[in-house]
């Protein structure tokens, strides 16, 4: 029988990302992961951190809270050194409108269409976070360093995937199959990680 696990995020592309990293490194049917659409009228929650690790405990902990189930939250985003880090904590919602990636990338791209290709370099950053009902709480980060392109390419992924040309890679995110994404992403990386704990803590 497989443990029941949340993931605090409404968002779809995500829950499979992470369903595809345990089962790849935990077994298939090991974890039941559970999405916040389950739970009707479930509220947003202020991320109100200063920092990646801030937001995914703040989120893990509403979780927690309001479900009793063993929860998991990430906060991920895009660093770009020519913006000082930013969009960073923002990524998500740069542009004014939370989750439009679309005008989120617009933007970055309109903020830094006059830096060098040397000076492009940026970072995705992703905090994953397990907390459990028994109070244990488990923060680990990955990060994948590369550079911002000029102009869109792939349609794969999901956020700034398109203009991110990760370190040693010749395809952008939004062109690797998803395996090839899981293998060297941020969130990849993270969510691996954390699954050694998931095993320790939630499935054993």
Known sequence: MSAKLLLATANRKKLVELQRILDT???????????LAS?????????????????????????????GLPTVADDSGLAVDA??????????????????DDANL????AQISDVSDQ???GAFVCAAALV????????????QAGRIL????????FGYDPIFLGDGQSKTNAELSPAEKDAISHR??????????????VTS
């Open 83 to 100: 913006l000082n880090g930013m969009p960073g904590v923002f990524s998500a919602r740069w542009s004014g409108a939370h989750g439009n």
């Open 25 to 35: 490194s935990l077994g298939a049917n090991r974890i039941e992961l559970i999405g």
């Open 188 to 201: 990849g990386k993270a969510f691996r990680e954390l699954s050694k704990v998931i095993a320790r803590e």
């Open 39 to 67: 739970f009707e009228g479930y509220p947003d929650v202020p991320e109100t951190g200063l920092t990646f690790g801030e937001n995914a405990l703040i989120k893990a902990r509403e979780g927690v809270k309001r479900t």
């Open 132 to 143: 459990l009902p028994n109070g244990r709480e488990h923060l680990v980060e990955g990060r």
């Open 119 to 121: 000076q492009r370099g």
């Open 150 to 157: 000029r102009a869109r390419r792939g349609e794969g992924g």
């Open 106 to 109: 617009d933007l970055v791209l």
